[in-house]
């Protein structure tokens, strides 16, 4: 909708919000105290058909990655209650000197099809993952590694197949030089990039990435594409071991299906509920309801050689006149029903960096600035749309914006929806977005660069709208030199701040996990990355 009809639009999703939680109360199955749990008993979860064939390299969305995260472990995880990072296959991780670490491995860890993990199943999985022969999404995660442009360019072919920082001086021992300090670089070790992989996958990557063979705590069962990917247990893992027998991935084209299936039963942990859902889903599951911290964000990001984007005038007054029209504070407490908080800059409160109003004016509310804006930017006359993908539960706040952006700029906006998220992605992936596409991030590790140069960078994988800023990029590299780790996020928050000279995103709103289960299942919570805790969940006896 767009015109005079928008907030008449936002005026009906209030009433609706307010009137169906002003009923209250909430039922429940009543007390689960006396059933029994099957310690073989397989739940379903809800996803996304991944974008990708499982290749822990190749994961950037969230379909694919949390089917990679139960099939892998690395060398350290993060503590789902507090974000921190704690050592999993790796014995222990020392910082020898500002770019030199020593990781010793723990013995007895092993693949699903009954390899040894060695020191080699990680640096021989860094070094395949780095080069551009592979194609690799998260290949720039490696760029810290002393070598990395010797095996990945940014031009030609590479000089080398291996790092020059990366050594195994035994089968339990790895050697990492980086190529410059990085405070921060082991917290990176508990993203999905620098999982290990098996001997059998470079026999045939792409046979690998449909039957995956990882040394997590579920392994592979079968994979049905558009419709579930099966795991079970894995009998020898070697880390806690899970309290149920397996987790079956359901694949939803809506969220709105994904909801109705866990109140009636049939689907057993949701992942996120859908905001038309949102006002009533405390009352609908009662305790089994979820409202949990989450620490990631949503924004409206810019395809910037989008022509709709490239013929404006004054490109970063437009995106800033948009940004002052949208008005976060109604649509989170109409449209999301209170289950988002209004974002203030690109970083969410929970996350070490995290500047109170980093973005100033340009993330207030104030119409007329707004148009002032973008009537001086050229944009006035401009026609814009936001790709977003059906199956998320975007639509309605999708198009509150739009009707925000029509009726304070005059710029028209449409909403432009695709199936699935993996359709959505592609059209990112291949540079084919018309102008704006919807951008959700959650945290790799919990620090502000994560937020900003994994996002932001010239060369980041995460950077899908084609930005580059050198002064960002010149600060980012400064941040990441520092000598301490409070320094590097200090200086971080000084590249933050020349973001929002040009906008290279448009922050909406930080996440929380709304979420519930069904009454088959117990002892279900989720992390700060909004993912449950896979292993701990316990399955009712039927």
């Known amino acids: 909708m767009r015109g ?8 009906i999703a209030a009433v609706v919000a307010l009137g169906a939680t002003a009923c209250g109360g909430g039922s429940d199955s009543g007390d689960d105290s006396s059933r029994a749990v099957n310690p073989s008993g397989v739940y379903s979860y809800q996803s996304s058909e991944p974008q990708h064939p499982i290749q822990p390299a190749n ?13 892998f472990s690395g060398l350290a995880d993060y503590n789902p209650k507090t974000g921190k990072l704690e050592n999993l296959v790796a014995e222990s991780i020392k910082q020898d000197d500002a770019s030199h670490y020593t990781i010793k491995l723990k013995q007895g860890w092993t693949f699903h099809n009954g390899e040894k993990v060695t020191s080699h199943s990680f640096v021989d999985a860094w070094n395949w993952g780095a080069n551009p022969k592979n194609a690799q999404q998260n290949a720039s995660w490696f760029s810290d590694i002393q070598g990395y442009t010797d095996v990945h ?13 990366l050594s195994t001086p035994d089968d339990y021992t790895i050697k990492v030089a980086l190529a410059n300090p990085a405070p921060y670089w082991t917290y990176k070790l508990g993203y999905s990039a620098f999982y290990p992989l098996p001997k ?11 039957q995956p063979v990882g040394n ?21 893992y070697a880390g806690p071991k899970p309290k149920n027998g397996g987790i079956d991935f359901k694949f939803y084209t809506t969220s709105e299906a994904a909801y109705q299936d866990a109140v009636s039963n049939n689907l057993d942990v949701l992942d996120q509920v859908a905001p038309s859902d ?3 889903y405390h009352q609908d599951l009662g305790k089994r309801a979820v409202d949990a911290p989450q620490n990631s964000i949503q924004t409206v990001a810019v395809a910037e050689y989008a022509p709709a984007i490239k013929n404006v005038k004054d490109h970063a007054k437009f995106i800033q006149g948009l940004s002052m029209a949208i008005d976060r504070d109604t649509i989170t407490k109409t449209v999301l029903a209170g289950s988002r908080t209004p974002a203030t800059g690109f970083v969410p409160p929970a996350v070490e960096g995290y500047k109170e109003n980093a973005c100033g004016d340009a993330c207030k509310y104030d119409p007329a600035k707004a148009k002032q804006l973008v009537q001086e930017s050229g944009g006035a006359n401009a026609s814009i749309s936001i790709l977003y993908n059906a199956d998320g539960g975007h639509k309605e706040w999708v198009t509150a914006v739009c009707a925000n952006i029509t009726q304070n700029t005059g710029v028209k906006c449409d909403g432009d929806a695709k199936a699935d998220f993996k359709t959505t992605l592609d059209v990112r992936t291949k540079k084919k977005v018309q102008s704006l596409y919807r951008s959700g991030w959650v945290q790799d590790y919990p620090l502000n ?10 060369t980041a994988a995460g950077n899908e709208g084609g930005y580059s800023n050198k002064e960002f990029d010149e600060l980012a590299a400064k941040a990441d030199k520092a000598a301490t780790l409070d320094e590097s996020v200090k200086l971080y928050q000084d590249a933050e701040a020349a973001l929002y000279k040009d906008m290279p995103a448009i922050p909406l709103w930080y996440y929380k996990t709304n979420a519930g289960y069904s009454q088959n299942v117990t002892n279900v919570s989720y992390d700060t990355f909004g993912k449950p805790v896979f292993t701990d969940v316990e399955v009712f006896k039927k």
Do not use: C
């Open 449 to 458: 660069a994560n937020f900003l140069k994994d996002l932001y960078g010239t």
């Open 200 to 210: 059998a996958f470079y026999s045939d990557p792409k046979k690998y990435g449909q």
């Open 278 to 280: 949102m006002a009533k």
């Open 59 to 71: 994961v950037m969305e969230t379909g694919g990655g949390r089917i990679t995260d139960a099939l």
């Open 153 to 165: 360019p940014d031009k030609g072919d590479p000089k080398s197949d291996k790092m020059s920082g």
């Open 4 to 11: 005079a009809k928008s907030a008449k639009w936002v005026a």
């Open 216 to 236: 997590g705590p579920y392994q592979f069962v079968a994979w049905n594409h558009n419709k579930d990917f099966m795991t079970k247990t894995y009998a020898n």
